[in-house]
């Protein structure tokens, strides 16, 4: 079963920048689009960004420009580079494929004060 390990949020002000990281073991990482996920409080989890298996990507208007979506097949990492950080950007973030079939992870906090 694949298992998902999401790490590299924290506290940060307006206009900073974070970097996600995914870590999921099991060989099929490679083959699915997987994607990165946010909940704030209150609010239902919402799509981020995805990124298929060889490398195209999507974003949600609300982070275009500022966030950016990699992925290295060869260790089975995803990563998410975030800049320019807005407080409305506050909420776990979790990775999965883009239909969520994988059991969802306990998901890494980010803060952004103003």
């Known amino acids: 079963q694949v298992q998902l390990v999401e790490s590299g949020g924290g506290l940060v002000q307006a206009g900073g920048s974070l970097r996600l990281s995914c870590a999921a073991s099991?060989?099929?990482?490679?083959?699915?689009?997987m994607a990165w996920y946010r909940q704030a409080p209150g609010k239902q989890r919402e799509l981020v960004a995805s990124?298929?298996?060889?490398?195209?990507?999507y974003y949600v208007d609300s982070v275009k420009g500022r966030f950016t979506i990699s992925r290295d097949n060869a260790v089975n990492r995803m990563y998410l580079q975030m800049t320019g950080l807005k407080p409305e950007d506050t909420a776990v973030y979790y990775c999965?494929?883009?239909?969520?079939?994988?059991?969802w992870g306990q998901g890494t906090q980010v803060t952004v004060s103003s």
């Open positions: 099991g060989s099929i990482f490679s083959r699915d689009t």
């Open positions: 990124i298929g298996r060889y490398g195209i990507t």
């Open positions: 999965n494929t883009f239909t969520g079939n994988y059991a």
